[in-house]
């Protein structure tokens, strides 16, 4: 809360600068623009877009408080792109007043229409693009080789999906879509690493039309998930999350909502499948939902298994890698990280993560981390995919 706090003045200061940059920009295009009648209007308007966080927020339940709450989602990035293009022209234009530039037409009147018509034109495409971007989920294609016996199957084909983050952003279509997916690639299991849910049960627009939709995912051994530290149940603002000091435990409702699915949860535990391999779920290492707040080892969760066997391990966060190899696993899947999802966080996600996004092989095992389905923050992808993971393994052993 104290940090929120902290940056919402600055968060203000970023907005208002913004506002007044576009007024000068305007009243150059059209000394009409520089009245009141328009000013006041816009400001209305473009306030209460930079303030839709904070009002969806403090408003009890209700089809409005959706309806801004989405409206937010998109505001985000627009925000984000125009302050990005605003700033590099402004530093541009810095540099250029001190050379021999600054007796230039750079600075004229004609200058600034133009400029500002760039920035403006390229904001728009940005954000279209992020927000098509988003809603385009493609297929990524992995193959493996575990050096171990799988029983009958030589082959099993696991599909990977994480960070649905089904709520004010993510509805039924989008659900609607993955689904379509995963039930092309024939699977043998389905495997969900986590943020299945983005912090709030109620924020699903058609939680029945949804339900049908997961119910009807195809393979043959079922859907295993493991939860994320979205997958509780409380307030959110901007990325921040309120808890008010209470037990960050998971919500009834979407544990209930997940059994009606079908989709079995395996939060520190493992499941023996058709008596061939292991999959082991894990708790979120920041949220995971207990009474105090800790969770099992993956050594804990390992040292009884058939080490003979395949060993699948589901982790929401890709962290641990190390000892989840020395743990025996052969395969770690994992999401969380979303490749960062808008530029520049898809070129700064690798100082965070050992494995960002994709594929490496620790040791004897292979992590393998998808950038997710859903988004988070912003309906919006620059730099990055919403995927699937299809993930071919063949056993050598």
């Keep these: 809360i104290m940090i929120f706090l902290f940056l919402l003045p600055f968060y203000l200061g970023v907005s208002s600068y913004m506002m007044f940059r576009f007024f000068y920009w305007m009243k150059h295009c059209n000394h009409r623009f520089n009245c009141l009648r328009f000013k006041v209007p816009f400001a209305v308007v473009y306030l209460f877009m930079a303030l839709s966080p904070v009002i969806a927020f403090l408003?009890?339940?209700?089809?409005?408080?959706?309806?801004?709450?989405?409206?937010?989602?998109?505001?985000?990035?627009?925000?984000?792109?125009?302050?990005?293009?605003?700033?590099?022209?402004?530093?541009?234009?810095l540099i250029a007043k001190h050379t021999k530039l600054k007796n230039t037409l750079l600075f004229s009147r004609g200058s600034v229409i133009s400029i500002g018509s760039v920035v403006v034109a390229c904001a728009v495409a940005t954000c279209?693009?992020?927000?098509?971007?988003?809603?385009?989920?493609?297929?990524?294609e992995y193959s493996v080789t575990?050096?171990?016996?799988?029983?009958?199957?030589?082959?099993?084909?696991?599909?990977?999906?994480?960070?649905?983050?089904?709520?004010?952003?993510?509805?039924?279509d989008h659900i609607t879509n993955m689904v379509e997916k995963i039930?092309?690639?024939?699977?043998?299991?389905?495997?969900?690493?986590?943020?299945?849910?983005?912090?709030?049960?109620?924020?699903?627009?058609d939680p029945e039309g949804i339900k049908a939709q997961l119910k009807s995912i195809k393979s043959k051994y079922g859907v295993y998930a493991v939860y994320g530290n979205h997958d509780i149940?409380?307030?959110?603002?901007?990325?921040?999350?309120?808890?008010?000091?209470?037990?960050?435990?998971?919500?009834?409702?979407?544990?209930?909502?997940?059994?009606?699915?079908?989709?079995?949860?395996?939060?520190?535990?493992?499941?023996?499948?058709?008596?061939?391999?292991?999959?082991?779920?894990?708790?979120?290492?920041?949220?995971?939902?207990t009474e105090?707040?800790?969770?099992?080892?993956?050594?804990?969760?390992?040292?009884d298994l058939d080490k003979t066997k395949p060993i699948f391990v589901l982790s929401h966060e890709p962290d641990e890698l190390q000892k989840t190899a020395d743990a025996g696993a052969d395969i770690d899947f994992s999401g969380h990280t979303h490749d960062g999802q808008l530029f520049p966080g898809n070129l700064t996600i690798g100082l965070f993560w050992e494995n960002p996004c994709g594929m490496i092989k620790k040791d004897n095992m292979y992590s393998i981390v998808t950038s997710?389905?859903?988004?988070?923050?912003?309906?919006?992808?620059?730099g990055t995919d919403a995927e699937i993971c299809s993930v071919d393994i063949d056993f050598a052993g």
């Design 183 to 205: 039930n092309q690639q024939d699977a043998d299991i389905v495997i969900i690493a986590g943020d299945i849910f983005d912090n709030s049960y109620d924020g699903m627009d």
């Design 372 to 382: 997710g389905v859903g988004v988070y923050g912003t309906f919006m992808r620059v």
């Design 292 to 303: 105090d707040g800790t969770r099992a080892e993956i050594s804990e969760l390992t040292k």
């Design 128 to 140: 279209l693009y992020g927000i098509f971007n988003a809603r385009n989920i493609k297929v990524n």
């Design 233 to 289: 149940d409380e307030k959110i603002l901007m990325g921040f999350t309120f808890d008010w000091g209470g037990k960050q435990l998971h919500s009834e409702k979407m544990t209930n909502f997940m059994k009606e699915c079908n989709i079995k949860l395996i939060n520190d535990e493992s499941v023996l499948i058709n008596d061939e391999f292991y999959l082991v779920g894990r708790r979120d290492t920041d949220k995971p939902g």
């Design 59 to 93: 408003l009890p339940k209700s089809a409005v408080a959706i309806v801004i709450r989405r409206i937010s989602t998109y505001w985000i990035g627009i925000m984000l792109y125009s302050l990005l293009y605003v700033v590099l022209f402004d530093l541009l234009r």
């Design 146 to 172: 575990v050096n171990k016996s799988c029983g009958s199957d030589k082959h099993l084909k696991a599909v990977l999906v994480a960070d649905l983050h089904m709520g004010y952003a993510i509805g039924v």
